[in-house]
């Protein structure tokens, strides 16, 4: 018989070692070491292979065909999946408790049991539960089967007894391995269900869904291999408080990343919205100060976004600089470009920075939006009406462009904005309609452009 032995599981990483330590010797984070017990006689199937084939072939004789795509019939949910469902793809959905990651799942089983069976498994929620939300969302298909259940061995015969045409499993942490004796929801639990349930996927070509939990910073409860393991990661994103949620693609094997799908969360289950473009603009009815909109581009879609600011006089010795849908570190060094490149000095102040509507902005597009939001806060004086700007600021004080400016502008022009302010490498070739656009080289000259329109 083969012993049993303890190891330790860094969350992190999925990194195995004898011994407990405080600090990952893999990827150095702390306090990620998680005990398992594991027998090896089972982790041998483990590194089984995931594809059936094993011979050398020449990568100019294989043949690649388009994968053939099955619409889930939520366009916003294909639309971030790059196209639809793929036979044997695996999706990890993750998010915030209470997001919708249970109600969107359960309107694409809906919208996909019109063409064939779909297979639900609720480790969560019991089947009383799960058919209220049914009801809730007025579905009403007898094609969806329902399992309420945790092992593992029960949910594979489900599946591989009557392999469906899609499957969702309701949450990933919730399901549990007889083989192994740690706990449900360990990593090891984890792990093991993961990578079992999408071997049996891809071997029986059933699109599958998994939800994950998230921590509390976020990432995707369970060791980091869950994210390598499966083929798209998707998570929801936005403010629990608004009734916008976003669906963003993380890794995608079949499609783009960063794709966006936005919803609306309404009485009667989650709605696409197919032209949220203006969706992160708050309506001000008169001009305010430190406001300012920028163009970004999400995926294949570009979006208007208002980053606000607001300095205000620091009481203490360390001036606060805090961002929220942006990235923190960026506005530390944007202000110390502002104060060298234009002489604008902040280090009285205490900085908060915010992308209004929970969107979560990481291009560095929108470092010329931030320093115009933050002058515009400093000088309490509006920006002028109509304007978007966008523009990577680099630390020489130069404006760098952005990708798809062209996209941008014409989004910012049907939206009935007039004044753009950006890089002039992305300078339209023809006049856009309607736009006046001014094209800078600088943060200087940013800045005095919108001195000179405030004029
Ligand atoms: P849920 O899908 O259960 O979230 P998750 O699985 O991500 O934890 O949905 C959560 C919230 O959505 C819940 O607080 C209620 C709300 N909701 C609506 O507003 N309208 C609806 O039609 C449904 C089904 C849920
Ligand atoms: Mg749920």
Known sequence: ????????VCIECGAITAKWQGQCSSCQAWNTLEESREDPAETAHRFAPLTQTSEVVKLSDVQARDLPRVSTGIGELDRV????????????????PGIGKSTLLLQAAGAMSGQSRVLYVTGEESAEQVALRARRLSLNNPQIDLLAEIRLDIVEAALRDNPPGMAVIDSIQTIYSSALTSAPGSVAQVRECAAQLTRLAKQLGV?????????KDGALAGPRVLEHMVDTVLYFEGDTHSSFRLVRAFKNRFGAVNELGVFAMTDRGLKGVSNPSALFLSHHTERVSGTCVMATQ?????????IQALLDDCQSQSPKRLALGLEGHRLAMLLAVLHRHAGVA????????????GVRISEPAADLPVLLAVLSSLRNRPLPAGLIAFGEIGLAGEVRPAPRGQERLREAAKLGFSTAIIPSANAPKSPIEGLNVIPIDRLSQAIEAARQLND
Do not use: W
């Open 1 to 8: 018989m083969s012993k049993i032995k303890t190891r330790y």
């Open 81 to 96: 999946m790059g196209g639809g469902l793929v036979s044997g793809g695996v999706t990890l959905i993750g998010g915030d």
């Open 207 to 215: 699109p599958l869904f998994m939800i994950g939990h998230v921590t």
């Open 298 to 306: 999400e995926g294949t879609r570009p979006l208007l976004v208002e």
């Open 346 to 357: 902040t280090a009285d102040q205490d900085v908060f920075i915010n992308a209004v509507g």
